[in-house]
């Protein structure tokens, strides 16, 4: 019997299955990271440097070189409510495509959330409600991050504030009404609830807000308040590994069907969505030579990886934020308003930007164009409308299967749909009435990015 036939169409994994601990790449990593910095001394950072805005469970884990680290009871019981989730068999993409290659898919979209942000949201509001806190303050992109947070937040009795990007805020009206809905308070970013946000609008008064300046004014929001941190729903250490029960339960899915892929595919803003499918695959790469290629996808008008710069910046456009090493295209970064809001940040990962820097992933950037039409592609022959975001990825997936195709090569492609696109039917109305532009960002951009990096001297 060929796997063509035998493979079922939705993989489960059983409620005793679900994996007891998350995997850190660190253990693995051929390059170790290199040390963040204060962004007052632009020394090394100690846990003191963290306190003020995190838990110190969260702390350790930021730094944590073991290769497991366990996932806590309560944690994992609120797991099972929608983990682990589906591995789908995309026969009809399959078909459509006429491609001799075999793809997968994990569906993270049939969480509470919609997304797979819920998998970070719940331990980061346990391990601070442990700590004693009574309020999360956070930012959004495209509010996928916001409704996973405010949904833990409500789980576990704490407050939650919400710095929405504007653009987003306009765009995705549902969003924040998901947000309200769970008891979080949302706020449109930049705004003159802080001295972040008033200095941004003092200077452009029709921001659209980024990433960076929503970061800003949730970080000064939890460092002047004593019962209040910070939550952060990527790019940092600890989400990363959070997100890591993607692909861990994935891997345990394919051996069901005795498959391995050839191709794990991830869009990446900041990264947590790519890192969670793919870095339980990368350890088997690292430590046991297997043949993989990863990549992350990221927006032609965001190419962090493709186009940006590997060096120490800011996480956030205020410069309160630790100095990290990674790719970013400068922190004073405002993206243009196109509709994957969860891939507009200027930094990614310090964890992908390294594996980047040493050759062990892939990256590639798409125009938001082809994003929609891949999208819509998708639905029409899967049926699950996909988030702008996680369509970057159904683009890059299509791209493999067709050159597959070309070869006549039986390659197997797993990739992540990182949530649906029901808050998102504005931006596919301005698809479908060819209401959206394609942005590409310029080298002269990419240079201006460049002049507000950080001047640092380490080791």
């Not at 159904?394 to 992540?416: N, T, Y």
């Not at 649906?420 to 479908?432: M, N, Q, R, V």
Request: proline share 7%.
């Amino acid at each position: 019997m060929s796997k063509q036939s035998k493979v079922p169409y939705k993989i489960y994994l059983s409620e005793e299955e679900l994996p007891t601990a998350w995997y850190n790449i660190q253990a693995d990593l051929p390059t170790p990271l290199s040390p963040s910095l204060s962004p007052q001394t632009k020394q090394p950072l100690g846990p003191a440097d963290l306190t003020p805005i995190f838990p110190l469970d969260l702390i350790k884990q930021e730094v944590a070189t073991e290769r497991s680290i366990e996932i806590p009871d309560e944690v994992r019981e609120l797991y099972r409510t929608f983990r682990p989730s589906p591995l789908y068999r995309a026969y009809r993409l399959e078909q459509a495509l006429g491609t001799p290659a075999r793809i997968y898919y994990k569906y993270e979209g049939n969480s509470p959330s919609g997304s797979h942000k819920l998998n970070t949201a719940l331990p980061q509001a346990y391990y601070n409600r442990q700590a004693g806190i009574k309020r999360l303050a956070t930012e959004t992109g495209a509010g996928q991050w916001g409704s996973a947070l405010s949904i833990a937040a409500k789980l576990f009795g704490l407050e939650c504030t919400v710095y929405m990007v504007k653009v987003s805020y306009e765009q995705k009206p549902y969003r924040k009404l998901l947000m309200e809905t769970y008891g979080a308070e949302v706020i449109p970013s930049p705004s003159r609830l802080t001295a972040a946000g008033r200095r941004i609008l003092a200077e452009h008064p029709d921001s659209l807000g980024s990433l960076g300046i929503a970061i800003s004014e949730a970080v000064e929001d939890a460092a002047s308040h004593d019962d209040t941190n910070y939550a952060l729903g990527s790019v940092l250490n600890h989400v990363i590994l959070h997100q890591t029960i993607i692909g861990l339960e994935a891997k345990r899915q394919l051996e069901k069907v005795d498959e391995y892929p050839d191709i794990v595919i991830g869009c990446c803003g900041g990264g947590s969505n790519f890192s969670g499918i793919s870095f339980p695959f990368l350890h088997d790469k690292m430590r046991d030579g297997r043949k993989l290629r990863a990549i992350a996808v990221e927006p032609k008008a965001c190419p962090t990886l493709t186009k940006g710069k590997f060096a120490y910046d800011y996480g956030d456009t205020a410069q309160l934020t630790p100095i990290t090493k990674m790719y970013t295209l400068g922190h004073g970064f405002v993206p243009p308003g196109i509709h994957a809001g969860g891939l507009r940040y200027h930094g990614d990962s310090a964890l992908v930007s390294q594996l980047y820097h040493d050759g062990l992933i892939e990256a590639q950037a798409v125009f938001q164009k082809d994003v929609f039409r891949n999208a819509v592609f998708f639905a029409q022959t899967e049926g699950i409308l996909p988030a702008p975001e996680s369509a970057h990825a159904i683009s890059a997936v299509v791209e493999e299967a067709l050159r597959c195709k070309e070869r006549g090569e039986e390659q197997v492609i797993l990739f992540c749909l990182s949530g649906h696109g029901h808050f998102d039917l504005a931006a596919y109305e301005g698809y479908l009435r060819d209401h959206l532009e394609d942005v590409d960002y310029s080298e002269a951009m990419v240079e201006e990015g460049m002049a507000c990096l950080p001047q640092v001297q380490v080791g």
